[in-house]
């Protein structure tokens, strides 16, 4: 099956510039998942979606960062205004059933490497 | 919130010998624990993971060993290979559905 599919793979900007990122999630997965991974860092979570509602964005900066998934589907992440350290890999996950008792496994794309400047 | 603390950092050894990877979670909730690993401009890929239920896992050369009770779990890799050489994660799934990942090991397998 195909995997998670990000674009772009790359972002240079300048701060206080807007840059979006889009994510399509394995076929027929129901959760995704937005995580950044700052270098030398284990990824953090940003923001979960079932379907097309979220689950939680506790840890999304909402001065700044949005994410939506129309339609249940596709999801794009928005950052702006962009500050220096949001610098990171933006990586999109999914998988086929969330919820704190289905443990079904994450799958990770190769993310977008942003570069701020 | 789950804290993820993983050890060492950086791991060198030998083609042939095996490689151990430790994790401590703090979230007694916490059902279930993958483990990652992830090579240069790739995203994390799944390698093994390991459900509260059970001690052990076993596939091919990887392992996983989970002790509830000390709240701790391990990444076993015999007869490394060069391609092993990659930064590995753990992660723990707390209450909420929410992986929290550990900070990374990079093992390098030299030939």
């Known amino acids: 099956e195909a995997g998670v599919a990000q674009s772009p793979r790359y972002k240079i900007i300048e701060k206080r510039q807007s840059v979006a990122f889009w994510c399509n999630p394995i076929?027929?997965?129901?959760?995704l998942y937005w995580y950044q991974q700052i270098l030398g860092q284990g990824p953090k979570l940003l923001i979960q979606?079932?379907?097309?509602?979220?689950?939680?964005d506790s840890q999304l900066p909402k001065d700044r960062f949005s994410a939506e998934r129309l339609k249940g589907v596709d999801s794009t992440l928005k950052i702006q205004p962009a500050k220096l350290e949001d610098s990171a890999v933006y990586l999109c996950?999914?998988?086929?059933?969330?919820?704190?008792?289905?443990?079904?496994?994450?799958?990770f794309g190769d993310g977008t490497r942003l570069s701020i400047l | 919130g789950e804290n993820v603390e993983q050890h060492p950092s950086t791991l060198s050894v030998q083609e042939g010998d095996s490689a151990v990877i430790k994790c401590t979670y703090s979230?007694?909730?916490?059902?279930?624990f993958p483990w990652y690993k992830q090579e240069l401009g790739k995203g994390p890929q799944l390698i093994i993971d390991?459900?509260?239920?059970?001690g052990e896992k076993k596939d091919q050369r990887i392992a996983v060993t989970l002790n509830k009770t000390a709240k701790h779990f391990s990444l076993h890799i015999t007869e490394t290979q060069p391609e092993d050489s990659a930064v590995y994660f753990c992660?723990?799934?707390?209450?909420?559905?929410?992986?929290?990942f550990g900070t990374g090991t990079r093992l390098a397998v030299r030939p």
């Open positions: 996950a999914s998988s086929s059933q969330g919820g704190l008792y289905s443990n079904q496994p994450q799958h």
């Open positions: 076929s027929g997965h129901a959760t």
């Open positions: 979606f079932q379907n097309n509602g979220v689950v939680d």
């Open positions: 979230d007694s909730a916490s059902n279930y």
């Open positions: 390991i459900r509260s239920n059970v």
């Open positions: 992660a723990a799934k707390s209450s909420g559905d929410k992986l929290t």
